[in-house]
């Protein structure tokens, strides 16, 4: 073999060999690399793992004061529930106090019942479980009743409350009103809560044909909405601040019951909020127009009875005349109210009534004690007691005095339906 | 092309005509590196046409022979580089594995490397179709080897290979 040919293969093996290192020396460049971005990767992704944390920590949080709160929310009113209920138990009231008590278990309990009722329409939404149901109605007859129920608020708290309809605003619209009403008077009750003295609320209802939709704004001169809670206010759980739950109340849950419900139904919540200035809350949503259809007018069976002539209730409980007259109402009888058993028998003196209601245990005068009195100069006159509690030795004793029949109470429409027909 | 193909055809020329054909070849020739390839480098394709150019011009043997002798023997030797490649003994599943796991996987731990595309048309117990689809238009380098696949597992073969047309290259293996 040529010198010259051995040179070259010996060179081309070394050249050959020192390529290789090179190459080796590059692929130790490049996984070094791939190390360095491992290492930059896994501290990125502990950081963003670390925020993941914090913020589901935080979302925990954010839970735990909410069931905190709301069982500060709940514990109030029934607290005060409990309290007056024992305090009537226990000790002597008197007579204007008892009302006042009545008043605030009253109000209580409706806090409670809307609590109760937020807490079960925000856990249905969130499972899934929530039906809307559309049906032919006029919507503007249902917001017109939302205004008229929220006017007292307003007129007490001096603030001026207005509704406007767009002029073509069409009569019937296939829409869940329930659903509608609910989210309309969230926003109201806060506009109103949020608004002070001399402010201005008002709700701008708009129907839009050639989108066949519908816009309601709630618009108020409140006290609005910092820019930093803007972006969560429809959250659940979430109110402004903890400051905004002290001052207002409330669980924090309307405003997202309103935005999921405004969803469930195609739509999109309306909010703007300036603070110091006012906010808006509302909504747009597809609607369609319904059809009228003429239809005859059914001759409902009213629970109209034959009675004829007015009724005398005697009772003192405030509840209980609210009830009373509710059903008297609704079954378009007349009567009169009186509070005690003297004003009882003085009633009956001067007027031809054609029944008595009457309540036992009243302040000045009992129930039976009246009834004693009136059988002393009438005994034709019907008189039924009210009785709280229906135990057979008092209804015996209830007869003894001179008293006809017993109700007992709460009134029950068709048992008080039996007892007109009786005496009619 | 991976410096792989360019070092096994270094040691088959070596090995069938000797060393000094193999250095009258390179001295011909204007190469990457004077030629001095290494296994894990990558080097252009058109060094290897050069280079069986040259071997033809040597040899007189068709550059369609050398390329099917080459695949014969480079078979085994890229089996032996990763035989965890090899999931199967039955050569016509092994054919069928070269398009669906092997390449793929080639690719993964090189990614510069320059890939064939099979185009399966049938398969069956006794036989598999499929079209070669490469611009490096290698199909006598892919006959080599599924030649040097078959001899490897003594499993035989024939193989059928097409003219080149619209698509690719046809092939149709067949057990024997
Ligand atoms: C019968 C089985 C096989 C056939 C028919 C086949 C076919 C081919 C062909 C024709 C090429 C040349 C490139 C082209 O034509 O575009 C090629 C390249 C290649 N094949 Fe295969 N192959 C087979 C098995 C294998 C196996 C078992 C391995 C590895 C474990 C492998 C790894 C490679 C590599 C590394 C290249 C070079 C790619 C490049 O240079 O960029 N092949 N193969």
Not at chain 1, 273 to 302: D, H, W, Y
């Amino acid at each position: 073999m040529d010198e010259e040919r051995v040179k070259r293969m010996v060179n081309r093996e070394r050249n050959a060999r020192k390529e290789s290192e090179r190459l080796l020396e590059q692929k130790s460049s490049e996984l070094y690399e791939i190390n360095q971005n491992l290492e930059q990767l896994v501290t990125e992704r502990t950081e963003k793992l670390t925020t993941a944390l914090n913020n589901a920590n935080i979302a925990m949080k954010t839970k735990d004061d909410f069931v905190s709160n709301m069982s500060h929310e709940i514990r109030t009113p029934l607290n005060a529930i409990m309290g007056f209920v024992e305090v009537m138990q226990s000790s002597e009231y008197e007579e204007e106090a008892f009302s006042n008590y009545l008043n605030i278990i009253n109000d209580s309990s409706e806090t409670l019942l809307k609590i109760i009722n937020d807490i079960l329409d925000f856990s249905k939404l969130q499972s899934g479980q929530f039906k809307i149901s559309p049906i032919d109605v006029n919507l503007r007859d249902k917001l017109q009743h939302v205004y008229s129920l929220f006017s007292k608020i307003a007129t007490e708290k001096e603030v001026s409350f207005l509704i406007n309809f767009s002029n073509d605003f069409p009569k019937l619209l296939v829409v869940d009103d329930i659903r509608i009403t609910q989210i309309v008077s969230n926003f109201v009750s806060n506009a109103l809560k949020f608004t002070p003295k001399n402010g201005t609320v008002s709700i701008q209802v708009l129907y839009e044909h050639e989108r066949s939709t519908l816009i309601l704004k709630v618009i108020d001169t409140g006290i609005g909405i910092k820019k930093e809670a803007q972006a969560t206010i429809f959250n659940s759980f979430e109110q402004e601040d903890r400051t905004v739950t002290r001052e207002y109340g409330g669980t924090g849950l309307g405003l997202a019951i309103a935005k999921q419900l405004v969803e469930l139904m195609s739509g999109e919540v309306i909010f703007k909020s300036i603070p110091q200035k006012g906010s808006v809350f509302g909504f747009e949503m597809p609607l369609t127009v319904a059809i009228e259809k003429k239809q005859l007018k059914s001759n409902k069976k009213r629970n109209l009875v034959s009675f004829t002539g007015t009724i005398l209730v005697a009772e003192d409980n405030e509840v209980n005349i609210l009830l009373i007259s509710i059903v008297l109402e609704q079954l378009f009888v007349s009567f009169e109210v009186v509070e005690n058993g003297l004003l009882a028998i003085s009633a009956v003196k001067n007027n031809n009534y054609a029944l008595v209601l009457m309540d036992n245990q009243m302040p000045k005068m009992s129930g039976k004690d009246a009834t004693l009195e009136i059988r002393k100069f009438n005994k034709k006159i019907p008189i039924v007691a009210l009785s709280a509690n229906a135990l057979k030795t008092e209804k015996e004793e209830f007869l003894e005095v001179g008293m006809n029949d017993v109700l007992s109470k709460p009134i029950n429409k068709t048992e008080l339906l039996e007892i007109l027909e009786k005496y009619k | 092309m991976r410096g792989i193909i360019f070092t096994e055809l270094y040691e088959l020329v070596e090995e069938k005509f000797g060393y000094e054909l193999l250095d009258d070849v390179l001295l011909d020739l204007e190469l990457t590196n004077d030629g001095a390839y290494t296994a894990t480098g990558n080097y252009p394709f058109s060094e290897l046409l050069d280079i069986l150019i040259k071997l033809h011009e040597h040899t007189k043997i068709p550059i369609e022979d050398l390329l099917e002798v080459f695949g014969e023997y480079l078979f085994t030797r890229l089996l032996n580089m990763h035989p965890e490649l090899a999931k199967t003994e039955n050569v016509l599943e092994f054919l069928e594995q070269v398009e669906t796991y092997i390449h793929i996987e080639v690719k993964k731990l090189y990614p510069d490397a320059e890939l064939p595309k099979f185009n399966i048309v049938s398969k069956d117990e006794k036989s598999f179709k499929f079209y070669y689809i490469s611009s490096k238009k290698l199909h006598h380098l892919a006959k080599g080897l599924i030649q040097g696949l078959s001899n490897h597992y003594k499993q035989p073969l024939e193989i059928k290979m097409g003219l080149e047309d619209k698509i690719g290259v046809f092939f149709e293996v067949t057990r024997i």
